[in-house]
C-alpha cells in the first residue's frame, strides 16, 4: 500500500530511475544500482561529522557493534565499567559503558564500526526513514557503518530485510550473487554463499545507491579510503502475517476456529469458512488495518523534529491572524473514537474533543491556514495550541507571506 503523496525522498533517493520502474523492474526482484559519485549528495542527512558525534556521544554498547573479517570484537575490548548509585538505600552497580580512546584504537587496527538503529541517536537520518516509512507504510529502520580503509567487517551472507545502500563518503566493492533462497524468512536457516550463482562486482562511489533484495548474497571491502554508509532496512508486510492476521481476527468471531483440531470437524463447512476468512475484502481490511498498527509503531519509534521547539511555544499567542502550518517530516497518526480524537505521536497519546480530527484535517489539506478560519470546523483554539506544544505544528506568524518547507509528512 504505497502513499504516493510521500515520493519525493523516494524519487531523490532512485534518481534517475523513477518509483514506477523500481517497484515494477526492481523490487523484491533484482539488485539495482544508482550511479553518482557526487560526493555530498547525502549531506544534508549523513556526513561523516554526524558520524562521529553520535559515536563520540554514545555511552552504552548497546547498540554499537565492532566487526573484523566477519568476527565481532567482544564487548569487553571497547568498554569499561563504571559504578553507579540510583538512590539512598540502594547498592551500587556496574554499568558498561564505551571508551571512545579504545573504540578509536580498533577501527585504526582495521575493525568496521557499525551503529544499529542509527535514526534514534541522529535526526538527520531520523527524517530520512520517516519520509520513507511513510511512503511504504511499514517499518524502515537503519544501520551506520564506518570502514577503515582496505578493511571489510562481514563475511558474505544475506539479509532478512530489504536494503538501501547509501554510500556517503569513500568507495566500498560489493561482490553480489543471487539468492539461493529468494525473500528469505527470519526462522529459514542461513544458506552457504558457496550455493549462489555470481551476479556482478559494484563500485559503490559517494552518493550511490544500491538496492538488494533480501536473500541476496554480499560481501563488502573498501578501497584506499575509509568507507562511510547507511543501509536502510525495509521491513514489508509479508502475505503470510496478512493471513495470519486474517485467521486470527477471525478466530474471535466463529467458535469452530477456536475448537480443538482433534475434533472431527466438517470439511466443507470449514472450507466455506475459509473462503470467507480469506476473501479479498477481508485481507484488504486486514493488511489496512496492519499498516494503521504500523504507522503507530512508527510513530512511537521515531522523534519528530522539534528544533525550535521551545521558541515556537514562546511565540504561540493563538491570534486572530496568526498562520499555522503542520511541522515538515511530523509524524503522527490520528485516531477516531467515539468520544474523542487521540494524536499518537513519538511514545505519547494527547486525547482531544472528537471535532478536533477536522480541524487536523483541515491543516492537512492547506500548506497554512489562520486559527480564525480553523475555528469553523471544531476548537481550533485548543487544537493548535497541543499541535505546537507537541513539536507537531509551526507558527508562520501574522499574515506570513510564506509557507516553505511546512508540506506535512505525517502517517495517517
Not at 20 to 35: G, T
Not at 78 to 85: G, I, P
Not at 241 to 259: C, I, P, T
Amino acid at each position: 500500500m504505497w502513499d504516493y503523496r510521500y515520493r519525493e525522498v523516494l524519487e531523490w533517493l532512485l534518481h534517475p530511475h523513477s518509483i514506477e520502474s523500481f517497484l515494477d523492474d526492481f523490487y523484491e526482484r533484482e539488485v539495482l544500482h544508482v550511479s553518482r559519485n557526487v560526493p555530498g549528495y547525502f549531506g544534508a542527512y549523513c556526513d561523516l561529522s554526524e558520524a562521529e558525534r553520535v559515536l563520540s556521544e554514545e555511552r552504552t554498547a548497546y547498540n554499537l557493534a565492532i566487526y573484523k573479517e566477519g568476527k565481532r570484537v567482544p564487548n569487553e575490548a571497547y568498554t569499561r565499567k563504571v559504578q553507579r548509585h540510583f538512590g539512598r538505600g540502594t547498592p551500587r552497580q556496574d554499568l558498561d559503558v564505551l571508551d571512545p580512546h579504545r573504540v578509536a584504537r580498533l577501527f585504526a587496527s582495521g575493525c568496521t564500526l557499525i551503529y544499529d538503529h542509527f535514526g534514534l541517536a541522529s535526526g538527520r537520518i531520523s527524517k530520512l526513514m520517516q519520509r520513507l516509512e511513510a511512503f511504504f507504510g511499514h517499518r524502515v529502520d537503519a544501520a551506520l557503518f564506518l570502514t577503515p580503509p582496505n578493511s571489510s567487517g562481514f563475511r558474505a551472507h544475506w539479509d532478512t530485510s530489504d536494503g538501501f545502500i547509501l554510500q556517503i563518503e569513500g568507495r566500498k566493492r560489493w561482490r553480489l550473487c543471487n539468492p539461493t533462497l529468494p525473500l528469505p524468512l527470519e526462522s529459514q536457516p542461513h544458506c552457504d554463499e558457496a550455493e549462489g550463482q555470481f551476479l556482478m562486482n559494484v563500485l559503490m562511489e559517494p552518493g550511490d545507491v544500491l538496492y538488494l533484495p533480501r536473500g541476496t548474497f554480499h560481501q563488502a571491502q573498501a578501497g584506499d579510503e575509509h568507507s562511510l554508509h547507511v543501509a536502510i532496512g525495509l521491513f514489508p508486510v509479508r502475505l503470510v502475517s496478512v493471513l495470519q492476521q486474517a485467521l486470527e481476527h477471525a478466530a474471535k468471531r466463529y467458535l469452530v476456529l477456536r475448537r480443538s483440531a482433534a475434533l472431527p470437524h466438517d470439511p466443507t463447512e470449514l472450507q466455506q469458512l475459509l473462503s470467507d476468512v480469506f476473501s479479498e475484502p477481508s485481507l484488504r481490511m486486514t493488511l489496512s488495518r496492519m499498516h494503521s498498527q504500523l504507522r503507530g509503531e512508527a510513530a512511537d519509534q521515531h522523534g519528530d523534529d522539534t528544533e525550535g521547539l521551545f521558541r515556537q511555544i514562546l511565540r504561540h499567542a493563538a491570534g486572530e491572524d496568526e498562520l499555522v502550518a503542520l511541522r515538515a517530516d511530523a509524524l503522527f497518526e490520528v485516531i477516531e473514537v467515539p468520544e474523542s480524537t487521540v494524536l499518537r505521536f513519538s511514545g505519547n497519546k494527547v486525547v482531544l474533543p472528537k471535532a478536533a480530527a477536522a480541524v487536523i484535517a483541515q491543516l492537512r489539506r492547506r500548506p497554512a491556514a489562520s486559527v480564525s478560519d480553523l475555528r469553523a470546523y471544531g476548537p481550533a483554539d485548543e487544537v493548535v495550541s497541543t499541535l505546537i506544544h507537541m513539536g507537531l505544528a509551526v507558527v508562520l506568524g501574522p499574515n506570513s507571506p510564506s509557507v516553505s518547507g511546512a508540506t506535512v509528512t505525517s502517517a495517517t
